[in-house]
């Protein structure tokens, strides 16, 4: 993340301002929406940037308009992910165990899910792995797109409101 944030810092504030918001959206989206939460950094240091850098008026935007675009992008990001979920999460349930996969452990925490929705979903949000495979695990459990929804929204509000009021 110290490259991150020296990326950040080094930015012409211009350019910061014209498309920043427009990355950091598309970065919470992709976390989830695409499976890359691993890959794409993202998360609470993101958030809690977006906070400050709106804080110090480099973002030509209210923190509350900021907050509710990064919560329509994690919802949005959300919803692509359970539909993949939907698509594979029966597929996934099928393969063979490897170094990375191990199939018993999939049907743990699909168990979990179905046990415990929403502390799966709502807890789930502020944890960085779980994050990324929230959405996948719910779809392959049975979960019903609107309850996945409501309960992915009440997270996603939560948690987007926590980091970028943190670091605002």
């Known amino acids: 993340m110290e490259n991150f944030l020296s990326f950040v810092l080094l930015l012409n504030i211009a350019w910061l301002e014209w498309g920043g918001t427009t990355l950091i959206a598309a970065m919470v989206f992709v976390e989830t929406g695409l499976l890359l939460g691993l890959i794409v950094p993202g998360g609470e240091t993101l958030l809690f940037t977006a906070g400050l850098l709106c804080g110090i008026n480099t973002f030509p935007l209210p923190v509350e308009l900021l907050i509710g675009l990064l919560i329509v992008a994690a919802i949005a990001g959300d ?3 359970f539909w993949i979920g939907g698509k594979i999460g029966s597929r996934l349930r099928q393969q063979p165990d490897t170094f990375l996969f191990k199939r018993r452990y999939w049907e743990q925490s699909e168990n979990f899910y179905r046990k415990h929705p929403r502390w799966a979903l709502l807890a789930g949000r502020f944890l960085p792995i779980i994050r ?6 719910a779809a392959s459990s049975g979960m019903s797109w609107p309850r996945f929804l409501l309960l992915t929204a009440t997270g996603c509000v939560a948690y987007i ?3 970028v009021m943190a670091g605002y």
């Open 132 to 137: 990324t495979f929230n959405p996948l695990l």
């Open 161 to 163: 409101t926590v980091l």
């Open 79 to 81: 919803m692509t992910g």
